[in-house]
């Protein structure tokens, strides 16, 4: 027979006692990984953005962004805000001076960046498969991150060509930054729609779910 139930006792006839476990509320709270989610995050924004593309596509796209993210420090956002800025996602976009994809390379650009890369070149067909594109893009904007002192000036020389950039430099010049800025506003743009503030709005009227 219980008699009486207190804070981790039961108190049972004949005065015996059982202690009871307390609670724990550490195993009560869900664990979530960061990196899961933004994972997740990044791959929503893909999802949404290219529908031009393949799932099979969109998945290895999100994997190189946060490849070059965790090596090279560039945020996923503002690689995506660069992809909205060249193609609006187009994978056959063409511009009227002959840059191709996603992210908008021209051949020899894409050819050396393949060759330091070791990634296989087959020309227009490379920088027209998205993944290709987007392994060569990406990289290209990591080696002018390393050449120039500043994003503005990575994203300017991604633009119009380092050489263009180094010269105007030499000279006391500062290039347009026009480019930059766009880029920028895009990769805010998106964080916004899909990054953490827009993750807890989602979450707030049960549009999310977590894995």
């Known amino acids: 027979m219980v008699l009486a139930l207190t804070a981790g ?4 006839g004949g005065c015996a ?18 990196g899961d989610v933004h994972r997740s995050q990044v791959a929503a924004l893909v999802a949404a953005e290219a529908p031009r593309l393949t799932s099979e596509q969109r ?8 490849q070059v993210e965790q090596q090279h420090g560039l945020d996923a956002f503002l690689l995506a805000g660069l992809v909205e800025q060249e193609s609006s996602w187009n ?21 050396e960046t393949a060759d330091r890369l070791g990634i296989p070149w087959e020309g227009r067909k490379s920088l027209l498969d998205p993944v290709t ?18 994003l503005p000036l990575a994203l300017a020389a991604y633009n119009v060509g380092p050489a263009r950039v180094q010269k105007l430099l030499a000279r006391g010049h500062r290039p347009s930054l026009a480019f930059a800025n766009q880029v920028m506003g895009h990769r805010d743009d998106l ?8 993750l807890a709005i989602a979450e707030s009227d049960g549009r999310y779910a977590r894995r």
């Open 191 to 198: 964080r916004r729609r899909y990054g953490p503030e827009a």
């Open 91 to 111: 994978p056959r976009a063409v511009s009227p001076t002959g840059a191709l994809g996603l992210m908008q390379l021209f051949s020899a650009a894409g050819r």
């Open 17 to 34: 006692e059982l202690q009871l476990a307390e609670p724990s509320l550490a195993a009560a709270q869900p664990s979530f990984d960061a």
């Open 59 to 66: 998945a290895e796209i999100v994997d190189i962004f946060l």
């Open 133 to 150: 594109n987007v392994r060569l893009g990406t990289g290209y904007l990591a080696s002018m991150d390393q050449l120039f002192d500043g």
């Open 9 to 12: 006792t039961l108190l049972l």
